[in-house]
């Protein structure tokens, strides 16, 4: 089946700093992938569309300029949290599309977790 | 607006029963529902899924119930395994567009040996 991998799969940073995400579908290409946030023992939350070659689309109440997504390629998509805060720690979920038959089936990445201090 | 609720939020089950979980859908667009089980400190994998233009879908013991008129599905564990105890979350997508999935709240299951 599709493989989608993230990295880091967890990371601690200082308040005020940047942090990047990557999500890499590993043997399909993906047009579109999906960014989703959990928080402990909530659902997961879309956060924003990621699409090759164009800007994403982000949800309503996610702030863009905080939450920066770039889709580069047809197999990465990474997620920029910018001037990280305690808040925004949390569980951070990619996942992708597969083009063909099965359009709508979504394969999701084993998640990075975030701690800000 | 909570379009897809999910119950119960937690089930206990013995092992060898059978477990059941049930969502609720308000938009009619949505025409793809699938059920994703998560375990502590990973992502969510595809159990099995299903189209509304059919009533259920069996994949070994995983089988899901789809009413469209009460635009109500479940999804039935049977012969329930401790190695089941997880998360399972409900989802729905529509047929245009982008296809983002919209989640229920989550069910916590828990085989007892």
């Known amino acids: 089946g599709a493989v989608v991998s993230q990295h880091p799969s967890w990371v601690i940073c200082k308040s005020g700093t940047s942090v990047k995400i990557e999500c890499r579908s590993l043997?399909?290409?993906?047009?579109?992938m999906f960014w989703y946030r959990q928080f402990p023992k909530q659902s997961l939350m879309l956060m924003a569309t990621?699409?090759?070659?164009?800007?994403?689309?982000?949800e309503q109440g996610v702030e863009k300029d905080k939450f920066l997504i770039n889709h580069a390629s047809l197999t990465l998509s990474t997620l920029t949290v910018t001037s990280a805060h305690p808040e925004d720690s949390s569980f951070y979920i990619c996942?992708?599309?597969?083009?063909?038959?099965?359009?709508?089936?979504?394969?999701f990445g084993p998640g990075t977790r975030l701690l800000v201090l | 607006q909570q379009q897809v609720k999910q119950s119960p939020q937690s089930l206990i089950v013995q092992k060898g029963g059978i477990s059941i979980i049930n969502c609720a859908y308000e938009?009619?667009?949505?025409?793809?529902f699938p059920w994703y089980q998560q375990f502590p400190g990973k992502g969510p994998a595809l159990l099995i899924a299903?189209?509304?233009?059919?009533s259920e879908k069996k994949e070994g013991r995983f089988t899901i119930s789809f009413n469209k008129s009460a635009k109500q599905f479940s999804l039935h564990i049977m012969d329930s395994q401790p190695g089941d105890s997880a998360t399972y979350f409900c989802?729905?997508?529509?047929?245009?567009?982008?296809?983002?999935?919209?989640f229920g709240s989550g069910t916590r299951l828990q085989v007892q040996p």
């Open positions: 996942s992708a599309r597969e083009p063909g038959r099965n359009q709508e089936t979504q394969y």
């Open positions: 043997d399909f290409q993906a047009t579109t």
């Open positions: 990621s699409n090759e070659g164009s800007k994403a689309t982000y």
């Open positions: 938009n009619t667009a949505f025409d793809y």
């Open positions: 299903i189209r509304p233009d059919v």
């Open positions: 989802a729905a997508s529509k047929g245009t567009g982008r296809r983002a999935l919209t």
